[in-house]
């Protein structure tokens, strides 16, 4: 079992960036595949972004796009989520976790990070 924990949430005038990393432990974080999802009050959890633990690939939600970039240090356990031009509608907890079935089905997760957008 790998252990998750999220930091980098906060609150952010809209157009602004928010840095959000995650760091792993227990077993080996390199082998797996990570990825960040989101949950906004009242709303089904949404896929963000995800990247694979070999060749680095990465996936993307359509609305982030150009505005979200998702990476890995695998020699330090960490994958960040580099949020830049967020919106309000970007507003949500931001989990990461362990993709258990390429790109958008999670496993293991943190317990999130909250991340606003004011207007």
């Known amino acids: 079992q790998v252990q998750l924990v999220e930091s980098g949430g906060g609150l952010v005038q809209a157009g602004g960036s928010l840095r959000l990393s995650c760091t792993a432990s227990?077993?080996?974080?390199?082998?797996?595949?990570m990825g960040w999802f989101r949950q906004a009050p009242g709303k089904e959890q949404e896929f963000v972004a995800s990247?694979?633990?070999?060749?680095?690939?990465?996936y993307y939600a359509d609305f982030v796009k150009g505005r979200f970039t998702i990476s890995r240090d695998n020699a330090k356990n960490t994958v960040t989520l580099q949020m830049n031009k967020l919106k309000p509608e970007d507003t949500a907890v931001y989990f990461c976790?362990?993709?258990?079935?390429?790109?958008?089905?999670?496993?293991?997760r943190g317990q999130g990070t909250q991340v606003t957008v004011s207007s």
């Open positions: 990247i694979t633990w070999s060749s680095g690939s990465t």
């Open positions: 227990g077993r080996t974080f390199s082998i797996y595949d």
């Open positions: 976790g362990v993709v258990a079935a390429w790109p958008a089905v999670f496993g293991s």
